[in-house]
């Protein structure tokens, strides 16, 4: 039987599919630092906003610190993301 390897991205949007906030967390932490993919803040902040609404307080911080950093477009981006991707989960 063929065995199936998830790298650490995959398993992290997998795990983020059932909500958990410690993978919505470790997404965001991925996006806004470049660990294994590309740094994408608004990716990040929509990570980090998902993890806070599940009661993650470091997740509130990073947001904050991000939010700073972003454009208006750029958070209310990441925003229209985050309420797309509860829409859907």
């Known amino acids: 039987m063929a065995r199936m390897q998830l790298d650490t991205l995959a398993r992290s949007d997998l795990a983020a599919e059932g909500g958990k906030g410690d993978a919505l967390y470790n997404l965001g932490l991925m996006y806004s630092t470049g660990r294994e993919v590309e740094v994408d803040l608004v990716t ?3 990570w980090f906003n998902l993890a806070a609404m599940k009661g993650c307080e470091a997740a509130r911080h990073c947001r904050a610190e991000l939010a700073a950093e972003m454009t208006a477009a750029q958070v ?3 925003q229209r993301q985050a309420r ?3 829409s859907t989960h």
Do not use: P, R
């Open 44 to 46: 990040a902040h929509k």
């Open 76 to 78: 209310a981006e990441a």
């Open 84 to 86: 797309e991707w509860l």
